[in-house]
Nanobody, 121 residues
């Protein structure tokens, strides 16, 4: 069984940085690409970015490209979302997911419970 637990969310001011973590339990972490998604109040959940199973390839949505970075650590079975130059419109619940590493939510098999990120202006 695979379980994902996010942490690191919080309240920050615009322009600040924040690092989210997602720890994966289970033996198959290295086989999965990992994705990050977010859901703002009143909006649908959207793709943020993803990292391949090998860690060599990443992709990001346009709103976060150049500001967010995804990395993964096989030893700790964790994936990280480094967020810089945060803006109020980054406010959302952030989810990590294990799957195929695409932008499609239905191509992810496992999801975390989410962590709240709030950016004040």
């Amino acid at each position: 069984q695979v379980r994902l637990v996010e942490s690191g969310g919080g309240l920050v001011q615009a322009g600040a940085s924040l690092r989210l973590s997602c720890r994966v339990t289970g033996r198959t972490f290295k086989n999965y690409a990992m994705g990050w998604f977010r859901q703002a109040p009143g909006k649908e959940r959207e793709f943020v970015g993803a990292i391949s199973a090998s860690g060599f390839s990443t992709g990001y949505s346009d709103p976060v490209k150049g500001r967010f970075t995804i990395t993964r650590d096989t030893d700790t079975k964790s994936v990280y979302l480094e967020m810089n130059k945060l803006r109020p419109d980054d406010t959302a619940v952030y989810y990590c997911a294990a799957g195929w590493g695409t932008a499609r939510q239905d191509e992810y098999d496992y999801w975390g419970q989410g962590t709240q990120v709030t950016v004040s202006s």
